[in-house]
């Protein structure tokens, strides 16, 4: 089956930290693959996708890469700042079934 | 554009009661989700639509119907509330097959 696995919180850093949030992933087929943050009291929002093996998602300074050889999609940022304290979820799709990790909360101290 | 709205944002019932979540979107979009998010948990997909007329279980869709009578509209029905079924409910859409995912703000539901 399909299914995500990525790394348990929470995670606290400094501002200007190097962040990494590890995921993996099983599929049966040819999964997108995505990044989503939530903010407090409020819905997902798309942060970044890949759709095909060895693509860059990026955005606002995150950026993850599709390893088809590890099926692994991991979140990188070079500079965290405050603003970016939240939960963040790695989700594949394949066809109409779309699968999220358990999110990952990220707090970041000034 | 409002988006995806979702109403109520907060209920609480009584094990047994019924209840509609209702989702509507202006974007015109074909799919339409809803997922279930439980304490510490990622999202478990219930239901999903690919167009008007159109439904089809996802992971985790006992205890819950829904309908999607026109493109706007895709409300989630709980028949018999369990506690089991406290969870903050998101709904989402998309415009195609491989697009992203716009999810609206959430409706958070107590079943005591």
């Known amino acids: 089956g399909n299914s995500v696995t990525q790394m348990e919180g929470p995670v606290t850093l400094s501002e200007e930290a190097f962040l990494t949030i590890n995921c993996t992933y099983t599929?049966?087929?040819?999964?997108?693959l995505f990044w989503y943050v939530q903010y407090p009291g409020e819905g997902l929002q798309l942060l970044l996708k890949?759709?095909?093996?060895?693509d860059k998602g990026s955005n606002k300074g995150f950026e993850a890469t599709y390893r088809k050889e590890t099926t692994s999609f991991h979140l990188e940022k070079g500079s965290v700042q405050v603003s970016d304290s939240a939960v963040y979820f790695c989700?594949?799709?394949?066809?109409?079934?779309?699968?999220f990790g358990a999110g990952t909360r990220l707090t970041v101290k000034p | 554009n409002a988006g995806v709205t979702q109403t109520p944002k907060f209920r609480i019932l009584k094990i047994g009661q019924s209840m509609t979540l209702q989702c509507t979107q202006d974007?015109?979009?074909?799919?339409m989700y809803w997922y279930r998010q439980d304490p510490g948990m990622g999202l478990k997909l219930i239901y999903y639509s690919v167009g008007a007329g159109i439904t089809d279980k996802g992971e985790v869709p006992n205890g819950y119907n829904v309908s999607r009578s026109t493109t706007e509209d895709f409300p989630l029905r709980l028949e018999l509330a369990a506690p089991s079924q406290t969870s903050v409910y998101f709904c989402a859409n998309q415009k195609g097959t491989t697009d992203t995912q716009y999810f609206g703000p959430g409706t958070r539901l107590t079943v005591l």
């Open positions: 599929a049966t087929g040819y999964p997108s």
């Open positions: 989700a594949l799709r394949v066809g109409n079934d779309m699968r």
């Open positions: 890949a759709t095909k093996a060895d």
């Open positions: 974007m015109n979009h074909n799919y």
